[in-house]
C-alpha cells in the first residue's frame, strides 16, 4: 500500500493507472476509520483494479465554531485498517496542498441542499461539494462510494456529478450499524457511556417510523410527531431536525406517496448525530 500526500503526484500516478487501462475505484473519507468505512472499501474493491482511499478532515465543510479542530484522528491506525483492506493507495493530502493561499473557487449545488443538513450547517455542502471535485480531479476515479449514511452528501454527489458532466458512476453503500443500532460514526468516538442511551433514540425512532409505514400511516406530520415524541422522552438529546422528504428532490412531503425518506439530527451531547431510513428499504435494528 503506497501513501501519497501531495496532490501532484496522486494526479500523475492516477493517470498512469489509467493508461494502464485499469479502473480506479475511490472511498473519500475524513478518517478516523471504523467499520461503515471498511464496508465502502470493500464494495469498492469489487469495483475496480485500484482502490484509493483519501483521508482529508476538510475544513471547508465545517462552519465557524464546528467540531474541525477537535475532529478525532489518528493516522496510524487508520492506515493499519486501510491496509488490512487490501487499499492500494491512501490519499493523505495537508490542507495547505488542497488550499493553497489564494485560493478562492467553490462548487455549489442548489436545491437539494437546502434542506435538512443545508439548514443549520449553511457552508457545510459547499465545502463537501468542493473538495469532491477537488479529489475526483486528483485521484480521477472511474467509480466512486459514498455511504448512505449521509443521504444528503450522497444525493448532491450525485446530482453534481450528473450536472458537471462528471465522467464517474457513483455508488451508494448501506448503512453499516453497531450492534445496539447506532449508525457508525467517528463522531460517536465522543458520546459518553451515559449518552448512548439517548443516542439509540436515533435509530429506534426510525424503528418507530418504520412500523408506522408498515401499518399502512401515509401521513409525514403523524408519523413525524411519533419519532420526536420518542426522541425528545430520552433526556440529553436536542432536536436539530426530525423531517420526511422525497428521497430524490429532498423536498418536505405531506403525504408519502413517492420513494420518501425520514431523516434525524440530534445533538447528544456533543455530538451532532444523524441517521436515516428510506421508507421500503429494509431496516435490521435490534
Ligand atoms: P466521513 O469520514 O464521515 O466523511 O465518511 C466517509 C464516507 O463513509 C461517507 O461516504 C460516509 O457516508 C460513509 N460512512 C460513514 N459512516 C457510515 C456508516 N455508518 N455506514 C455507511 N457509510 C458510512
Request: net charge negative; charged share 30%.
Amino acid at each position: 500500500m503506497d501513501i501519497i500526500r501531495n496532490c501532484r503526484e496522486m494526479q500523475l500516478r492516477a493517470e498512469s493507472i489509467r493508461q494502464e487501462g485499469r479502473r480506479i475505484a475511490f472511498v473519500p473519507t475524513m478518517g478516523y476509520l471504523h467499520e461503515g468505512h471498511l464496508n465502502l472499501m470493500r464494495e469498492a474493491k469489487k469495483l475496480a483494479d485500484e482502490l484509493v482511499v483519501s483521508i482529508f478532515v476538510n475544513p471547508t465543510q465545517f462552519g465557524p465554531g464546528e467540531d474541525y479542530e477537535k475532529y478525532p484522528r489518528d493516522f496510524e491506525r487508520d492506515e493499519a485498517l486501510a491496509k488490512q483492506e487490501g487499499v492500494d493507495i491512501i490519499f493523505y493530502p495537508s490542507v495547505d496542498d488542497m488550499y493553497p493561499p489564494g485560493y478562492q473557487t467553490y462548487v455549489t449545488v442548489e436545491e437539494v441542499t437546502r434542506n435538512l443538513c443545508g439548514m443549520s450547517r449553511p457552508v457545510h455542502f459547499r465545502g463537501v461539494a468542493t473538495v469532491c471535485t477537488k479529489l475526483f480531479n486528483i485521484v480521477k476515479p472511474h467509480t466512486a462510494v459514498f455511504g448512505k449514511k449521509d443521504y444528503q452528501q450522497l444525493v448532491t454527489i450525485r446530482r453534481m456529478t450528473a450536472d458537471l458532466n462528471m465522467d464517474m458512476e457513483i455508488v451508494g453503500v448501506d448503512i453499516t450499524r453497531e450492534s445496539d443500532g447506532i449508525a457508525m460514526s467517528s463522531r460517536n468516538a465522543y458520546l459518553k457511556q451515559e449518552e448512548r442511551e439517548a443516542a439509540l433514540s436515533l435509530s429506534r425512532g426510525l424503528k418507530i417510523a418504520k412500523k408506522l409505514y408498515d401499518d399502512g400511516e401515509r401521513g409525514a406530520s403523524v408519523i413525524i410527531r411519533a419519532v420526536r415524541e420518542y426522541i425528545e422522552s430520552h433526556e440529553g438529546t436536542d432536536i436539530d431536525y426530525v423531517k420526511i422528504c422525497d428521497a430524490e428532490t429532498l423536498e418536505d412531503v405531506e403525504t408519502l406517496e413517492r420513494e420518501s425518506v425520514i431523516a434525524l439530527a440530534v445533538r447528544v451531547g456533543l455530538p451532532r448525530l444523524i441517521d436515516n431510513h428510506v421508507f421500503g428499504e429494509p431496516l435490521i435494528i435490534p
